[in-house]
């Protein structure tokens, strides 16, 4: 009845293809545990320079909707 | 001694009646699972306009004390 | 093969001693449970004055990397 | 399908009873003109001290949406 | 002369396929009202997930010139 | 009666002769339009350099308060 | 004529009722000292959670007019 | 030796000349009490728009040097 | 019961040896005119080169509680 | 053993593809001057958009490594 | 063809005049090696104040076109 | 005469030592190459964790004065 309450955590996804693809990666994972993946924020682009090759890093403040009963917990 | 550590949580909670109890709303979940919820910090208040009803959501940083024993798990 | 993701984790480490000694107080319980810790940021640093003493507080943004398996539970 | 575009409106709403009355000010008023309302943001909250009164004044951000059809004037 | 106004307007596109395309939808958009578009700002970048789809959504500021004649409402 | 509701529209001027000027210009601007001019804040002072020629671009947010009435769009 | 001096100073307000109240706390302290307050701004929201109850801190930037004879000290 | 503590006061001049005639008046005011003013920083820039007046409003942190002996009292 | 006011101090304290140095100084300076030192936030760290030697420099917003009783002076 | 130093360099790339492309233009450029590129961020987007044409500009804040021998300059 | 490459120099530029002038002073330095200076942001104005005079000091980034040839080193 | 001009060059320093030592590590490297080294800032701290060792990284903005002959080139 208009209460909910979201989490939040803040996740890096790297890929040496793209920004794009790394955000896919973080969000994929994200997927596999959190089940009620609800938005995300882009909070910073990075790129590491290794050996020649450029790697792409996102990192995102990821959000999901907490259960009322005590499946989630919020501490973790 | 002096030395303790606690963990930060992001959490948003949202109500149809007012900021203040959105704020009720995310920190009354955080101690369902939260055994020792020490200080939150008001990090951004919104608002959702949907079929001309105001919802209202704020985003918190709620922080809480780990145990020193390995019961918490920082990880989570 | 490029991808990878790393979670983001918020902790406040304290001290009487010094803020170098609270961020190594948050590091080593970090790693009581963070299976592979890989860089953190300093955010904020305070003190506290009580009775007299000084309490150093750093808050810090942990990062540790998240196994493809679903060993790590990233919702937490 | 999926696209859409909104148009983000800065106002600051003023009451004398409380910042929640000054946001309703605002949003009441925004109303009135905007069609499709969607989503604000608080960006500032500010007081002014006038003859032993308090006014409480809100700066938001509105966003409303705007219709594909030549209607709504993005450049306003 | 040397003298010239110009007028920013924030506006948010949204997109199913990449944040790229929703920053081309804004821009798009924009164009039909905005006679004299010169440059934008790109502010943030959201993801909204929605019944497992994904929705990115980029947060512009767009510039365009103000005639010296009274055509253009500034206040608008 | 203590409610009033203004808003906000960024503007930016330029001069070729100073940043004090670069203001005149768009606060002079935003008269011809703005019925009821209240406030603005600089947000930020830049340089073009073309030619061998300095020109001073200053950002503002202008601040003109809202008729109770519909004659002004708030959506504009 | 035209020519006025004003002095911030930051307080913090604390209640165990609303945020609401915090701020009416810190506003009534500073006018038992300040001649002349003018305006204030909203800088923070906390919330101690101390033995089950909450208590909402505000921290403002409070401004007051200094008189242009000696009287008022700035550097205080 | 070597050791030394300074204090910053916020103040907000006022001009209805310019932002560095502004500047001035709250720095003179300023040195009237305070003995050994030492730098600022300049914080933000407004305008006031008042019966088709400008008038200039620049927001200072004023930095200068307490004594070692108990005359400047840090409190202030 | 539950109402108090503190009120921040901006202070820089300089060392010859290290930040932390810059602190203690900063901080014992403060407590010999204010009564009850509550908390600090660390707010920058600089340093000064000069003649070869660095000069460590922090700036700390320091906190400390108003008695209800008209004895502080909040405006100072 | 442990001692390295960094040295960061803000570089603006620009195409008129993407902004990806505009990443690599400025990375490329880098490297040919630039001996040990070790990571960048992205620190701003932004869009031209002249006769009809949008050009895609990137800031990057980019960091090589230099060597312990005097043959980098770290003045330059 | 659409790409280029620019680099950002922070200059700090100080004047016993005014604000303005610090800026010239640090733009006619940088045209003396910086060959295709394009444009400026103003990022910090202070004041040093000794022996009662006062010194104006601006911080800059300044931006110049990189040639595409290997004359201009990004490095330094 | 009162006209100077810096130069402002962004360095990271690294030790697995201490913050305090990342810091001189960096100075020291400064001041092979640049003459008139005259001050720094601390912008970020961060903390490398690599086979069970911590590394300390911090970036500084380091300044030092141009020469007004063109012995230093302000471009690189």
């Known amino acids: 009845m208009?209460?909910?309450v979201f989490k939040g955590v803040?996740?890096?996804g790297t890929s040496d293809q793209s920004?794009?693809?790394a955000i896919e990666v973080a969000v994929k994972r994200a997927r596999q545990s959190l089940r009620?993946?609800?938005w995300f924020i882009v909070k910073?682009?990075?790129g590491g320079l290794q050996q020649g090759r450029l790697e792409?890093?996102?990192t995102l403040e990821v959000y999901f909707?907490?259960?009322?009963?005590?499946?989630?917990?919020?501490?973790?």
């Open 2 to 4: 208009g209460e909910s």
């Open 10 to 12: 803040e996740m890096v």
């Open 19 to 21: 920004f794009s693809h």
């Open 36 to 38: 009620d993946l609800s």
């Open 44 to 46: 910073e682009q990075r």
């Open 56 to 58: 792409y890093q996102v």
């Open 65 to 76: 909707k907490l259960e009322a009963e005590s499946g989630d917990k919020a501490a973790d």
